[in-house]
């Protein structure tokens, strides 16, 4: 039987691999009662739209090199904000939902 301090070193140690390891598969890691895992992947089992799939989706209709890319809020509401460098160099600003994953105007 473990002490209450073992069974804290336990936990903390499952903690620690359990973040290391999602944040590099970017997948949800499940331990016992504990859902231990990315923002990203707390997003997807909410139905939203990630930054990664975003960016992927602006990539595609655009044709153009991600400048960068970020979440944010305009007026209180949440939207995704990705600058895109065109192939005639100018530089375009898309705003996405999160909620929708739709383009926003």
């Not at 016992?32 to 990315?38: N, Q, R």
């Not at 990705?82 to 530089?91: A, H, M, N, P, Y």
Request: proline share 3%; hydrophobic share 35%.
């Amino acid at each position: 039987m473990l002490t209450g301090k073992q069974k804290k070193i336990v936990f903390k140690s499952v903690l620690f691999i359990g973040l290391g390891v999602s944040g590099l598969t970017q997948q949800p890691i499940n331990v016992g009662l504990f859902f231990i895992g990315t923002v990203e992947a707390r997003e997807q089992q909410r139905g939203s739209t990630t930054l990664d799939q975003a960016v992927a989706k602006v990539r595609k209709e655009s044709g153009g090199r991600i400048m960068s890319a970020e979440k944010t809020q305009e007026n209180g509401v949440p939207v995704i904000r990705i600058k895109v460098l065109l192939g005639d160099g100018r530089v375009r600003t898309y705003r996405v939902d999160p909620r929708s994953g739709e383009f926003l105007r």
